[in-house]
């Protein structure tokens, strides 16, 4: 029988808002301070209010040693909290975690690079940072090099360096760091598709090499390939723990639902404190019929997604997914045409007008991403969902639901008769 | 760059054992013990080493003078006092002593002080992506920036010494004292620095308070001008600022100034160990939060 590697109970964490929230400066801390021993002396009982988020709440499980575990969730819904707690860098407000065996946590690839220092000194750095000891760094030190495809650049600072080599090398001392317990989130998400795909392989590697893992990620493909279980948190609780279908069924459903609420009032938004302008509305219209959330295969289909306030530089992205949540097509407005209109007339409003929507018969998803004023102001995933219905193609038939693939292209055959 | 390979391991084999897995329970911890568990610094002693590297290295990357700058400060202050104080004031050094010498054999262990107390007090927040990132002992943070000091340290006591030597001075024997002198230097400026550090996360207003800290407590440091002339009791209650008898003792130990301050010695020692304790206390206590605070 295996071994626990993590074993959780009731583990909680809360943080406080308000009062001091981030940091207050000393002053306050004096006068408030002040006005309590006063109130105390004065004989109120008062309290200042504190706000108490409990990002994590009575979570409980068990993870046995060699498990790949998938962690998935909205936004805020207590994944990264998680992460946070079981590898040590915050600790947990309720409960406890047993945790057996070396954890090393990619929390964010390339943490602790520093710029001035050269690609080797910081595969040393970053190395013992993770938790290597020198003599294992030494010993894989040309196994690392060679993963991340760099011996030229080594003893260039790596000020020098581009984001995409930074992030290569970062992987590459990562992925050599052989912990018992494994800790990633999102880290796939950088990268060119080749470097990508290296990783994943390696990651795969690392779990069946018998370490354990626990794996966040939006991408439920990758979550899928590489995880045997999920445990789907929702607003800091489990909601479910199950075989990864299961549990990334219980997600897609929570996704639809989320879709359901009013955009707007939605909390699990990709956080930036920013926000000037939020979505407040995304519907999918059929480009003939006008008919909204169904669209004809094939034919015209149109994206209007309305804004909370309009903003100079506004940028919008979406992104199609299929029912399984796996991204099929992105459409960018950064990636401007001649034939965009920018219109200061037409109010808190971006349309995408799609000539003809090449997508087989099914359900599928919609991610929205708002630019504006050269940062991301809001982001939203399952903003919307919307039903294709059998169409024709360039006069030919789609194939039906079920069928392999989700797009369908225009195209001709020539046969022998 | 000679201080290029200093991110490399040093020839010491090491075997990397893998011991049996340790179980390891995380909950919510109270009271102190967690900076001083000495386990878990030992655990993570590679990290402690590559931390120190690390702020060596960096220190003077992409500097023409290099480590020159570690004697370059206390010699370039020693010029402005010589002629500011000795001239102009006309500060006399005791027993004789060329000003010059008086001002920067009490110059160099200051510098050492002043400068690990500033970067230490802001090394956290510097450090923010890390701490809120990955686990590790944050206490190798400050302690990191103290060990780099001590590197420049090493190369300005060897300057001056060799320029008291230049000079005609013979150091008494009393210059057996000065790795004790030098302990309380060290632990003055990590006690300070960890402590200010820890503060810092949750109040930046540390930022605007050390710089002036830092000139305030120069200037009740007799550096520029000898204290022979404060009368006694005070002169002796001076050296609860730990300074006070590092700085004397190091113109006793170093030029044979005076007769031995163990009076001073013996305070400072005492209110450095306080310092100490005090600074690395409140930093165990307020640990545990640095990564939801910073």
């Known amino acids: 029988m295996a071994a626990v590697a993590i074993k959780a109970e009731g583990l909680g964490k809360n943080y406080k808002l308000g009062l001091n929230a981030a940091y207050g400066s000393l002053r306050e801390a004096v006068s408030e301070a002040g006005r309590r021993t006063v109130g105390r002396l004065a004989g109120r009982g ?43 860098i915050a600790e947990p407000s309720t409960g406890y975690a047993e945790v057996t065996g070396r954890v090393g946590s990619l929390l964010e690839v390339g943490t602790g690079f520093h710029p001035e220092l050269t690609g080797r000194e910081n595969v040393f750095l970053n190395g013992a940072i993770l938790g290597m000891r020198r003599a294992e760094i030494r010993s894989r030190f040309d196994e690392i090099v060679e993963f991340a495809n760099m011996e030229r650049f080594l003893d260039t600072p790596v000020k020098r360096y581009s984001s995409g080599m930074q992030v290569r090398l970062a992987f590459a001392v990562a992925a050599h760091l052989e912990p018992e ?68 069924t219980g997600y897609l459903r929570a996704l639809e639902r989320a879709a359901s609420e009013d955009l707007e009032h939605r909390t699990d938004r990709d956080g930036r ?83 003809s929507l090449p997508l087989i018969p099914g359900r599928y998803r919609i991610d929205v991403l708002l630019r504006g004023k050269q940062e991301i102001q809001d982001g939203l995933q399952a903003a919307a969902y919307f039903d294709v219905e059998p169409g024709t193609i360039d006069g030919r038939p789609m194939p039906a639901i079920g069928a392999d693939g989700d797009v369908v292209l225009p195209h001709t055959w020539q046969l022998p008769a | 760059m000679p201080t290029q390979s200093a991110l490399q391991p040093t020839a010491a084999a090491e075997t990397a054992n893998a011991p049996a897995p340790e179980t390891i329970r995380l909950q919510a911890t109270s009271g102190f013990g967690r900076v001083l568990d000495p386990k878990e610094l030992w655990r993570f002693r590679d990290l402690a080493f590559q931390i120190a590297a690390r702020d060596v290295t960096i220190r003077y990357r992409q500097t ?131 402590g200010l550090s820890a503060v810092n996360v949750r ?87 640095f990564a939801d605070l910073i």
């Open chain 1, 46 to 88: 008062e309290k200042p209010q504190i706000d108490v988020l409990w990002a994590l709440k009575d979570v409980s499980f068990e993870i046995q040693q060699g498990e790949a575990i998938g962690l998935i969730g909205h936004n805020g819904a207590g994944k990264s909290t998680m992460l946070k707690l079981l590898s040590r």
């Open chain 1, 181 to 248: 317990i494994l800790l990633v989130d999102e880290v796939l998400a950088v990268g060119d598709a080749a470097f990508q795909r290296k990783s994943l392989t390696k990651m795969a590697e690392v779990a069946r090499a018998g370490s354990t893992v626990i794996f966040v990620s939006h991408n439920l493909a990758t979550i899928q390939s590489l995880c045997e279980r999920a445990i789907l948190l929702e607003r800091g609780s489990v909601v479910t723990d199950a075989p990864v279908e299961e549990a990334v």
């Open chain 1, 273 to 355: 404190s920013w926000e000037e302008s939020k979505v407040k509305r995304l519907a999918v219209f059929d480009g003939d019929s006008g008919e909204a959330d169904v669209v004809v295969g094939g034919r015209g289909a149109k994206f209007v997604v309305e804004v909370t306030e309009v903003l100079p530089m506004m940028e919008c992205q979406l992104t199609i997914l299929n029912s399984l949540g796996h991204p099929i097509t992105t459409l960018d407005s950064e990636l401007s045409s001649t034939a965009d209109v920018r219109d200061s007339e037409s109010g808190p409003r971006i349309e995408c007008q799609v000539g």
């Open chain 2, 64 to 194: 023409a003078f290099g480590a020159a700058w570690a004697i370059l400060q206390p010699l370039a202050f020693m010029a402005i006092f010589t002629l500011i104080f000795g001239r102009l004031a006309g500060i006399e050094a005791p027993d004789g002593l060329p000003y010059a010498l008086f001002a920067l054999v009490g110059l160099v262990p200051w510098m050492f002080f002043a400068n690990s107390f500033l970067l230490g007090s802001e090394s956290l927040v510097m450090n923010q992506a890390l701490i809120s990132k990955i686990y590790f002992p944050r206490i190798f943070i400050p302690a990191g920036v103290v060990a780099a000091g001590c590197v420049d340290f090493t190369i300005s006591l060897l300057i001056m010494l060799t320029i008291v030597l230049i000079a005609g001075f013979v150091p008494p024997l009393a210059i057996l004292a000065l790795p004790l002198l030098i302990a309380i230097a060290i632990m003055t400026a990590l006690g300070a620095a960890a």
């Open chain 2, 203 to 289: 109040y930046r207003d540390v930022r605007y308070v050390v710089p002036f800290a830092t000139q305030l407590w120069f200037f009740i440091t007799p550096i520029v001008y000898p204290n022979v002339n404060i009368d006694e009791p005070l002169r002796t209650l001076t050296a609860i600022n730990p300074m006070v008898g590092v700085v004397e003792g190091f113109r006793w130990a170093v030029l044979g100034a005076g007769s031995a301050p163990w009076d001073l010695i013996g305070i400072s020692f005492a209110s450095a160990c306080v310092l100490l304790f005090i600074g690395l206390s409140y930093f165990d206590r307020v640990e545990r939060s």
